[in-house]
Nanobody
Framework: QVQLVESGGGLVQAGGSLRLSCAAS????????MGWYRQAPGKQRELVAV???????KYADSEQGRFTISRGNAGNTVFLQMNSLKPEDTAVYYC?????????WGLGTLVTVSS
């Protein structure tokens, strides 16, 4: 089992930046990949970015170049640096961890981008 706690969300103006953090606890040594997903009102949850235990990254096309995902040295934290934010980035952002083929989720952190 893994527990995930997100932080760093908030209200920001368009063009601004935010840095989300996710701290994992539990069987963190077994985590394969960690990532960020988001869900906007009335929409399905979608991938933002994911990073593997080996450091490989994958981004959604809409975030390429604006967002950067990284992991802490201990491997049990993941960060999402978000720059040049747009109103359409407004959503609840969820941290995800995958181990043994199972997905674990945090409760989410709200990001609101005002125009």
């Amino acid at each position: 089992q893994v527990q995930l706690v997100e932080s760093g969300g908030g209200l920001v103006q368009a063009g601004g930046s935010l840095r989300l953090s996710c701290a994992a606890s539990g069987r963190t040594e077994s985590i394969n990949a960690m990532g960020w997903y988001r869900q906007a009102p009335g929409k399905q949850r979608e991938l933002v970015a994911v990073i593997s235990s080996g450091g490989g990254t994958k981004y959604a096309d809409s975030e390429q170049g604006r967002f950067t995902i990284s992991r802490g040295n201990a491997g049990n934290t993941v960060f999402l640096q978000m720059n040049s934010l747009k109103p359409e980035d407004t959503a609840v952002y969820y941290c995800n961890a995958n181990l043994f083929g199972m997905d674990f989720w945090g409760l989410g952190t709200l990001v609101t981008v005002s125009s």
